[in-house]
């Protein structure tokens, strides 16, 4: 009887993904993000819920529509953090290990920033392609920590990029990861 509990909220995203019911059948409000926000995958509840809850979201009418909320976020929190290495690439440039550590992180945020732009889309054609491509980012963001943490940079707006886009690319798999 357990295991039916967890079927219920996939197959609940599953049938609202498709749009089987029409936009005027779903209530656009608070439900869809619960939902979502309260599936055994998603790891920080909370915080789901605070990204999600936005007018936008509140204005969804199906889980592509979120992940698509979800990963602008992350694309515009990236935006932020590749913005402050720009600047940081332009103040330090005498310590190799520290240009090594910040080209490593501008081409993670490069990177980054493309496939959150790329999920939302790819979602229309390709759920499991999308998942993959999310999955992809966090190993990305650690090569940056890892080249921050060898340079002993100290930058807390780095290092909450970091967090940020970790917690992005997470949330963006575990939300398509129930889609397949």
Same mark, same amino acid.
């Given at each position: 009887?357990?295991?039916?509990?967890?079927?219920?909220?996939?197959?609940?995203?599953?049938?609202?993904?498709?749009?089987?019911?029409?936009?005027?059948?779903?209530?656009?409000?608070?439900?869809?993000?619960?939902?979502?926000?309260?599936?055994?995958?998603?790891?920080?509840?909370?915080?789901?819920?605070?990204?999600?809850?936005?007018?936008?979201?509140?204005?969804?009418?199906?889980?592509?529509?979120?992940?698509?909320?979800?990963?602008?976020?992350?694309?515009?929190?990236?935006?932020?953090?590749?913005?402050?290495?720009?600047?940081?690439?332009?103040?330090?440039?005498?310590?190799?290990?520290?240009?090594?550590?910040?080209?490593?992180?501008?081409?993670?945020?490069?990177?980054?920033?493309?496939?959150?732009? %790329?999920?939302? &889309? /790819? @979602?229309?054609?390709?759920?499991?392609? =999308?998942? $993959?491509?999310?999955? !992809?980012?966090?190993?990305?963001?650690?090569?940056?920590?890892?080249?921050?943490?060898?340079?002993? %940079?100290?930058? &807390? /707006? @780095?290092?909450?990029?970091?967090?940020? =886009?970790? $917690?992005?690319?997470? !949330?963006?798999?575990?939300?398509?990861?129930?889609?397949?």
């Amino acid at each position: 009887m357990a295991s039916w509990t967890h079927f219920i909220p996939v197959f609940t995203i599953l049938f609202l993904s498709l749009n089987i019911f029409s936009p005027h059948m779903v209530s656009a409000d608070q439900r869809l993000i619960d939902i979502v926000c309260n599936d055994p995958a998603i790891k920080d509840h909370d915080r789901c819920l605070k990204t999600l809850s936005t007018p936008q979201g509140i204005a969804a009418n199906n889980v592509n529509q979120l992940v698509e909320i979800a990963m602008n976020e992350g694309a515009m929190s990236g935006q932020k953090t590749l913005n402050v290495i720009e600047e940081m690439k332009k103040k330090k440039k005498n310590n190799r290990m520290v240009e090594a550590a910040l080209q490593v992180c501008e081409r993670t945020y490069m990177y980054s920033i493309d496939e959150f732009k %790329l999920i939302a &889309p /790819e @979602l229309d054609y390709d759920t499991m392609g =999308a998942n $993959y491509d999310v999955s !992809l980012i966090n190993p990305e963001v650690e090569n940056c920590a890892n080249a921050v943490k060898v340079a002993r %940079l100290n930058v &807390p /707006e @780095l290092e909450e990029g970091n967090r940020l =886009a970790d $917690y992005y690319a997470t !949330l963006g798999y575990e939300m398509t990861q129930n889609m397949m």
